[in-house]
């Protein structure tokens, strides 16, 4: 049901989670009662109420017309097993915090990495890629001493920080003009030596671009370093049906990295944060060695505190994850992968619509669901103020969309006959990250047609 007042509300869903919770503290009746529990007053009510009016200055992220950042809304099974999780409120940092939690964290953690072709890991969630990225790099820099980190310009800006934060040097390696790392530049850094680990990155933030994995891999083979591929966006891609060519390629060899980020908070259906790092070799989980004597008493059974730097994580984060993936399993041809080929229908339906209007010029095909286009105009520097303009139009209009700043090589300006005037561009960006996307790409292209005029 669409609810009149701005999004979808069925009512059926909080039977189901009366229903589960009962379910819940039937598994507690042998306790001593304890009465009903605390009941909102009327203070806590009109708190509730003040927080839900506090809560509409914000974007429509859960709407196919909010198109602009990586905001997926949450899957209502991920959004009530979060819920149902919060009576019990576990703590996935150790198993007396979080036994059953930690049982659901572990198995979806290995549904993920069978996504990759693994079925021996290590890994387990976290607070989001950051987290994700710094634990991979943490390992990568314990096993390639006083060496370089190396990822692409187009990588997410974390992997310098983290590399800042964990005293490791970093270094970025040009793009080519579709956003990817440029793997003969790759090759001329390694030839200069001290390079310990590669970030590939499968789903860059800006454009969606998918780093050349045979070719890093190959270079792997030549010169020896650690392969970390940040697919925090693009991870679950592999599943989709429809990706070109050099995409499917990259995702087909996914498995041969040394670890790899995936964001279930991305594309997997859950609220925010749950990320998650997977290592090939489960024997790295000895580089996280530590004790703590008033934390694991209880077994001699993996507590997931052993093998992350986080301490204290929602065991909610587990619960979402696997009643989504028991829905939702991660199959190829399966709900979940259809799901992510109409966000790509959607951006490849987009970029036709843009590559033969006259007003823009796309950059490129997307190689995912996220696109990237210039408005038309003399100069780079008129066509990015322009394309300022057509952000705030289209936000007047209910379209909300991105405005990214990129290279201007990655647009054919002497093609469209739009001076150089600067080395990047002010352009328009969106991400078609909802399985509505395609069909509500019509009423999106109206809105930005009108837009351009106006
Ligand atoms: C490719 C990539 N890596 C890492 C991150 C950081 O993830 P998070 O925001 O969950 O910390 C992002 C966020 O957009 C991303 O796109």
């Not at 990320?275 to 703590?292: A, E, I, M, N, Q």
Request: aromatic share 8%; glycine share 10%; net charge neutral.
């Amino acid at each position: 049901m669409t609810g009149e007042r701005g999004f979808a509300f069925p009512p059926g869903d909080l039977d189901a989670l009366r229903a589960a919770l009962v379910r819940l503290g039937e598994g507690f009746a042998k306790l001593p009662p304890v009465g009903a529990g605390e009941e909102l007053d009327d203070a806590a009510r009109a708190a509730l109420f003040e927080a839900a009016g506090r809560m509409t200055d914000n974007y429509p992220y859960f709407h196919p017309l909010y198109a602009g950042q990586m905001l997926k809304p949450p899957h209502p099974i991920a959004r009530l097993a979060y819920t149902l999780a919060l009576w019990i409120n576990p703590n996935n940092h150790a198993l007396d915090g979080g036994r059953a939690s930690s049982a659901m964290e572990k198995e979806a953690v290995a549904s993920l990495a069978r996504l990759f072709g693994w079925d021996a890991h290590l890994g387990h969630l976290c607070g989001g890629g950051t987290m994700a990225n710094l634990e991979a790099l943490w390992v990568a820099g314990q096993l390639t001493p006083g060496k370089t980190v190396v990822a692409s310009s187009q990588a997410h800006y974390t992997h310098r920080r983290i590399s800042a934060v964990l005293g490791l040097a970093f270094e970025e390696i040009a793009c080519d003009r579709h956003g990817r790392l440029d793997p003969g530049a790759l090759s001329r850094r390694l030839e200069r030596g001290g390079v310990g680990a590669v970030v590939a990155t499968l789903g860059t933030t800006a454009t969606g671009s998918v780093d050349p994995l045979p070719e890093i891999l190959e270079l792997r083979g030549r010169y020896g370093f650690r392969l970390h591929a940040d697919a925090a966006y693009g991870g679950y891609f592999g599943l989709a049906g429809n990706l070109d060519a050099d995409a499917r390629r990259a995702f087909d060899r996914l498995g041969e990295a040394d670890s790899i980020v995936i964001d279930p908070h991305k594309h997997g259906l859950q609220p925010y944060g749950c990320g998650c790092v997977l290592f090939r070799d489960p024997s790295v989980g000895g580089l996280y060695k530590h004790d703590s004597p008033y934390t694991y008493f209880t077994s001699t059974e993996l507590h997931l505190g052993e093998i992350s730097l986080e301490c204290s994580r929602p065991g909610a984060s587990a619960a979402a994850l696997w009643a989504t993936m028991r829905v939702f399993p991660l199959e190829r041809g399966g709900a979940f992968a259809r799901r992510l080929e109409a966000g790509r229908e959607a951006a490849l339906e987009l970029y036709r619509r843009l590559a033969s209007d006259p007003r823009f010029l796309p950059a490129f095909r997307p190689e995912l669901d996220i696109g990237v286009w210039m408005v038309r105009a003399r100069t780079a520097e008129e066509s990015s103020a322009r394309a300022r303009r057509v952000f705030e139009e289209a936000a007047r209009r209910g379209l909300h969309l991105a405005v990214a700043e990129l290279p201007a090589g990655f647009f054919d300006l002497a093609g469209a006959g739009i001076a150089k005037d600067r080395d990047t561009v002010t352009c328009l960006r969106s991400v078609l990250m909802k399985p509505e996307h395609r069909e509500w790409i019509g009423r999106i292209w109206e809105i930005l047609d009108a837009s351009a005029d106006a």
